[in-house]
């Protein structure tokens, strides 16, 4: 996915994230560390906060997808404060990941609390570079691993710790920072489960292009998600007029569906699917991850595109609401340089637009053609048109549309920004 993505197309910005294997006692791949990386040259973390943390999180749930960067494999997320006592609520359930306290963190009664439910909720702990006597010592009944940054640690005790912390059952041991083979032979030698470390692997820093979302729609989305009376449709409204809110909520909720047979053909069904709670959830870090500026021209060519799909949709016999989701999807690629094949897979899409977009077969696949065809000036191809290849009204009702969208966020976020300033006179 990172070579794809050398070249960030127009509109788009590049995300990253690390990845570090964690290997077996024999050398198989058991999982990964997900790390913070502000770059592709970054060769470690130059933040460890709140921020990091959400990054991390929106970056490996909806932009690349965990699927994709860890398979099947444990998936190791290091935690700060405010997701461990319940300030920042994890937005994905305790399937293929291990929550790592990070040892910076003070363990006092709100944190052994705050662990304790999510223990109890499924998720399993990880103690990041355990030293003896920091305080972390009280979160060794709840941990179901515990890293030791090997090198540094007294070998005349490593006999001795290593058995008290098998004391402790389900417990096993995570050797971090081995960097020679003399620090593999130690594992062998005390039975250690589980490695990880430069002599094994590096880190990998994958990238990928994706479309920044509109500032204001976040808020406004977590407005909404926060009234007394929750309103689906206005929540259904301002995903679908974002580009980005949309192939993150159609790919965090293919993240909630792993397993299930269910797939959605429409914004509606995949709000449904991944549930107000998660949404709200992903709303909140994707404000904390507030890094990326909006672009007004192609953004609004996304939503037209999106749009004229879902205006042609009766002369294609197909609902519209699929056509939107499918001519937004391929406006998306667009924007990403990618082919709308390639997204499929990440995203629980039914049959019919699944075939649409990876084969171009179906009533969906012909809409896109004609709405190809238009835009590239192919008359010719626009003449299997059922209804005709006057497309005007679809045309203009679309771009007017979009355009009214992206006039309302922007001056959403004017009247913030105006409102913030009076507010500091």
């Not at 569906?257 to 549930?275: C, F, P, T, Y």
């Not at 391929?330 to 649409?356: E, K």
Request: hydrophobic share 45%; glycine share 8%.
């Amino acid at each position: 996915m990172d070579k794809r993505q050398e070249f960030t197309q127009p509109g788009t910005r590049q995300v990253h994230i690390g990845r570090q294997p964690i290997f077996d006692a024999h050398g198989d791949i058991a999982g990964y560390e997900l790390l913070f990386r502000g770059n592709t040259s970054a060769v470690e973390a130059d933040r460890r906060d709140a921020y990091a943390t959400s990054h991390v999180l929106v970056n490996a749930f909806t932009e690349f997808g965990l699927d994709e960067i860890v398979g099947d494999r444990m998936c190791f997320i290091n935690m700060t404060r405010e997701f461990l006592t319940g300030e920042l609520i994890l937005p994905f359930g305790p399937e293929s990941v291990v929550l790592e306290v990070l040892e910076t963190i003070e363990v006092d009664d709100a944190v052994v609390a705050g662990v304790s439910n999510l223990v109890a909720a499924g998720y399993p702990i990880a103690l990041d570079d355990f030293v003896w006597g920091s305080g972390h010592e009280r979160l060794l009944p709840l941990a179901s691993y515990v890293k030791l940054d090997l090198p540094s640690c007294d070998p005349e005790r490593l006999e001795e710790q290593l058995a008290f912390f098998r004391g402790f059952p389900g417990i096993e041991i995570v050797a971090e920072g081995l960097e020679t083979l003399d620090h593999l032979a130690l594992c062998d030698r005390y039975g250690i489960e589980l490695r990880q470390g430069y002599v094994l692997s590096r880190p990998q820093v994958m990238t990928a292009a994706c479309i920044p979302p509109f500032k204001s729609r976040r808020v406004e989305l977590l407005a909404a998600l926060d009234a007394a009376d929750v309103d689906i449709d206005r929540i259904v409204e301002i995903v679908s007029s974002d580009p980005a809110l949309t192939m993150r909520v159609l790919r965090a909720s293919n993240s909630a569906a792993v397993g299930s047979i269910r797939r959605v053909s429409s914004i509606r069904q995949a709000v449904m699917l991944l549930g107000l709670g998660h949404i709200r959830r992903w709303a909140m870090l994707m404000t904390v991850d507030d890094v990326a500026e909006e672009t007004e021209v192609q953004l609004t060519n996304a939503l037209t595109r999106a749009r004229l799909c879902h205006n042609l949709a009766a002369r294609f016999d197909t609902d519209p609401d699929a056509a939107f989701v499918a001519g937004l999807i391929t406006a998306v690629a667009q924007l990403l340089g990618i082919t709308p094949a390639s997204l499929v897979s990440h995203l629980p899409l039914t049959a019919d637009i699944g075939a649409a977009l990876t084969r171009g077969t179906g009533p969906l696949g012909r809409m896109l053609r004609v709405v190809d065809a238009y835009e590239r000036g192919d008359m010719v191809m626009m003449g299997f048109n059922r209804g005709g290849n006057d497309l005007t009204g679809a045309v203009m009702d679309a771009m007017r549309w979009s355009a009214q969208t992206v006039a309302a966020t922007h001056d959403d976020t004017r009247h913030e920004e105006l409102t913030r300033s009076f507010a500091f006179r």
